[in-house]
């Protein structure tokens, strides 16, 4: 029985068509065994369901459609989709005109259209493209395809440069090639060594005594400047010769280079090559030849240093080589963890002292893990560049203009969060036919659109209780496109604004996961759309006014699309601790009885990742999940799906609602999830588990350790139990670093609290695990041991990374969570 839709106890769903930015109503030896492909068919509308049904591959279901992108003449679609028993994809065309699913592109002819829109040249004949590192080019008018570059360089990023030249990147540098003549000319050779020292000149004494007496010595030394200066004159004169060498120094990275569609400046991003510590290595026990094999992975936030980063422009003209000043950057010198940092010595007996060098205000390109655009951005004609960059230590992001004649970086907008900048929601670029520029910004607590006349205030474009994301300016710089959670924190719509009167228009009416690519001709939506109960598809949709969205594709299964599936309800839970409401999904039995004296036992699911949403209106990554939560519900469970604070999707304060205290936040909000159900859906409070994987394994030990009456037992998956030892691009955000703060990393570190575990625990644990290593439930299985403790179990996964892969381990994993609830959740 499918349940209807409560989509929050004081937000409905309303048409935001037309809203301004100013409005009050703001858009809320043997032979080995073959392994055959799964049987599509496995589940029938009148069967029960098993965990064995559940826990197989997924083929079984369908397979979405994804990476879609548009053909040149918008007439065609294309889309990557998986394989039925394979782990390749395949790649289909749809007549946008036609019918069914399209019809797959042969290996042979997979080039003839690359993986992604390529870039048009702007005289609007060619399409260039990267394909297997080489560089093509395709007609739009007969989608004949020339090879410009085929060697075993990986060639890629084309670039149509001012002077009709086509530039690409091998490596960190440039070449361009001429579609006339197919010429290919290298425009910069950026050398990571010291420059060769010239023919040296007699220093002392002794030195030119020997040149003046000994004519053979002397006639040595004239010989080489002989040579060297042909070199150099070969260099400037020979019209034949590569570019001069630019010697960058020993010891760097190229983080970045960027080249100016003039096709006459680089900008070059530099890092200090870091020694890797000894130790970062993880154990396989079934390698391919039966012995251990050694994995080298990640270093920890303990161990990681703070990069030394540079910035550099590089005239070509001339290979003028210089430094880009960044100290002119406001608040760069900020003393941001001083009061972190007095807090800690007192805590732990020192006396606070400003650091004499705060490495952790290093400055490097903003790293949006969300986002392929560059941080760095040309204007159309290639005169002026902006950089986005950040502290090493995440409190500041700038996005700034290089000012060329002083070569030093000038702040446009500058960012500050005392707890952290977020990797996502930094999306920006200059428009086509001005130089005013587009950025996203958490500046009013939520991702909004700013407009901005560089030197001049930046102006809102969107503004309200929601994240603006996924930015498409168009040609003319009429419209920028966007996608927004406006209406409701869990459906996600399309939207444009009008630049020049701020005019919003909700162009989609979905009710699900939107994300959308714009056609060539910019008059039609390529969406891609999920619901609670069918994973991603295909739809099309004109952008003028009233139009609706057509489905194109269907590969959602029969088998899938026909069972009864048991939809959650997405409910507002009131919170204790702040003024928002928590969202969260929740599952109710199909004969769910409010009123019935035999309360219901529940069950908390807790989402992975920290910053994720999962309380929202389309598919969830978790459906394996979504899966075994209807058989919960069939076996008497209501099931709740919580989007904690620190979930994604609720803006900025929520987001950092866990900064220097991960665990507690969240735990406060699955108490208040517990006390939710008691009132309004019949459940048993002293008959509650808990259970999730990575972040939500995390959540599931800081649960039953901080709040052991909370929940009767839980199950930990591939969870977090010392935070020193996660990685630091994600950690240091939140905990800053274990010398700065070590302070919160006790606070948020379940290893800390195990003496409070007094029910049923089960761990679960992958030993290929890259991400949250084997060793942190190694770890705090010792110190449960020393604790004698005596309620909790390990099951290890041998072969399994932080994804589980094999249906049998995913299968041996689900077996044991639900038969810990049903032991300990019994009546």
Not at 390 to 395: G, I, R, S, Y
Not at 731 to 751: F, G, K, W
């Amino acid at each position: 029985m499918k349940k209807g839709l409560i989509l929050g106890l004081s937000l409905a769903i309303t048409a935001c068509a037309s809203t301004t930015p100013e409005s009050d109503a703001q858009l809320q030896y043997t032979a080995p065994k073959k392994i055959t492909p799964p049987a599509v068919d496995t589940l029938k509308p009148s069967e029960t369901l098993t965990l064995e049904k559940i826990m197989a591959h997924p083929d079984w279901m369908g397979n979405a459609p994804l990476a879609p992108f548009w053909s040149d003449d918008g007439s065609h679609l294309f889309y990557q989709q998986k394989v039925v028993g394979k782990e390749q994809y395949q790649l289909v065309k749809r007549a946008v005109a036609g019918s069914g699913n399209g019809d797959v592109v042969s290996l042979a002819d997979e080039y003839r259209f690359g993986k992604a829109a390529g870039e048009l040249s702007p005289d609007n004949l060619n399409v260039a493209y990267s394909w297997q590192g080489n560089i093509l080019l395709r007609s739009v008018k007969d989608d004949t395809v020339r090879v410009l570059t085929q060697t075993s360089n990986q060639d890629a990023s084309p670039l149509w440069l001012s002077n009709e030249l086509l530039a690409f990147k091998r490596g960190f540098n440039y070449f361009t090639v001429s579609l006339s003549s197919g010429q290919i000319q290298q425009l910069t050779d950026l050398q990571l060594s010291e420059a060769p020292e010239a023919v040296p000149e007699p220093e002392d004494h002794i030195a030119r005594e020997q040149h003046k007496l000994i004519a053979y010595v002397a006639l040595k030394q004239q010989r080489a400047a002989e040579k060297d200066a042909e070199k150099q004159a070969r260099l400037a004169d020979d019209p034949t010769m590569a570019v001069a060498p630019v010697y960058l120094g020993e010891g760097k990275e190229v983080i970045e280079t960027s080249l100016s569609p003039a096709g006459d400046r680089l900008i070059i991003v530099l890092r200090e090559k870091q020694e890797r510590p000894d130790g970062d290595i993880m154990p396989n026990y079934i390698g391919q030849d039966g012995r251990i094999e050694s994995v080298s992975v990640r270093q920890r936030v303990h161990d990681q240093k703070a990069p030394e980063v540079s910035f550099w422009s590089l005239g070509l003209a001339n290979n003028e080589l210089q430094q880009i000043d960044t100290s002119f950057l406001p608040g760069l010198g900020d003393d941001v963890l001083a009061r972190v940092r007095a807090e800690n010595a007192k805590i732990y007996g020192d006396e606070y002292q400003p650091p004499e060098e705060d490495k952790g205000r290093n400055l490097l390109l903003i790293d949006d893990w969300y986002w392929s655009q560059s941080a760095i951005q040309w204007n159309k004609d290639g005169t002026r560049v902006a950089l986005m960059v950040a502290t090493w230590d995440n409190k500041d992001r700038w996005l700034a203009e290089l000012d060329w004649q002083n070569q030093r970086l000038n702040s446009l907008h500058h960012l500050r969060d005392e707890a952290w900048i977020n990797y996502k929601f930094n999306s920006y670029g200059w428009l086509n036919r001005s130089d005013d520029i587009y950025f996203l910004s958490e500046q009013s607590g939520y991702s909004h659109l700013y407009l901005m006349t560089p030197g001049k205030r930046a102006k809102a474009l969107t503004k309200g209780e929601y994240e603006v994301d996924q930015l498409t300016l168009t040609q003319d710089d009429q419209f920028i496109y966007f996608q927004a959670n406006a209406k409701h924190p869990g459906i996600y719509e399309i939207y444009r604004v009008d630049l020049a009167s701020g005019k919003i228009d909700e162009l989609t009416d979905l009710n699900g996961m939107t994300e959308y690519v714009l056609s060539p001709a910019e008059d039609k939506l390529l969406l891609s759309h999920s619901k609670l109960d069918q994973h991603t598809e295909l739809y099309l949709q004109e952008v003028k006014g009233g139009a609706k969205a057509t489905r194109l594709t269907h590969t959602v299964s029969k088998a899938f699309s026909d069972y009864p599936w048991v939809l959650p309800e997405v409910v507002a839970v009131p919170s204790s601790h702040t003024e928002h409401p928590i969202y969260a999904r929740v599952y109710y039995p199909a004969d769910f009885d409010k009123s019935r004296a035999d309360k219901y036992p529940a069950v908390i699911f807790n989402h992975g990742a920290g910053y994720l949403q999962n309380s929202h209106l389309g598919w969830s990554g978790y459906f394996r999940e979504f899966m075994f939560h209807s058989l919960l519900t069939q076996q008497g469970y209501v099931v709740m799906d919580m989007d904690y604070r620190a979930s994604k999707g609720y803006g900025r304060d929520w987001r950092t609602a866990i900064y220097r205290d991960m665990g507690r936040p969240e735990t406060e909000d699955l108490a208040d999830g517990v006390s939710w159900m008691g009132e309004n859906a019949n459940v048993d409070t002293q008959r509650v588990g808990t259970y999730g994987g990575s972040y939500g394994g995390f959540m599931t030990f800081m649960a039953l350790f901080t709040q052991p009456d909370l929940f009767q037992c839980g199950s930990a998956l591939r969870p977090v139990t010392d935070w020193a030892h996660y990685n630091y691009g994600y950690t240091s955000n939140i905990l800053n670093t274990p010398q700065v703060d070590p302070l919160a990393y006790e606070r948020s570190s379940p290893i800390y609290h195990a003496e409070g575990l007094n029910k049923p625990l089960l761990i679960n644990a992958p030993m290929l695990d890259d991400n949250v290593f084997f060793q942190d439930v190694v770890r705090l299985v010792q110190r449960l041991i020393e604790l004698e403790k005596q309620d909790f179990e390990t099951a290890i996964f041998p072969v399994e990374p932080h994804g589980f892969r094999q249906p049998s381990s995913w299968l041996d994993e689900y077996r044991r969570i639900h038969k810990l609830f049903g032991e300990c959740l019994a009546k």
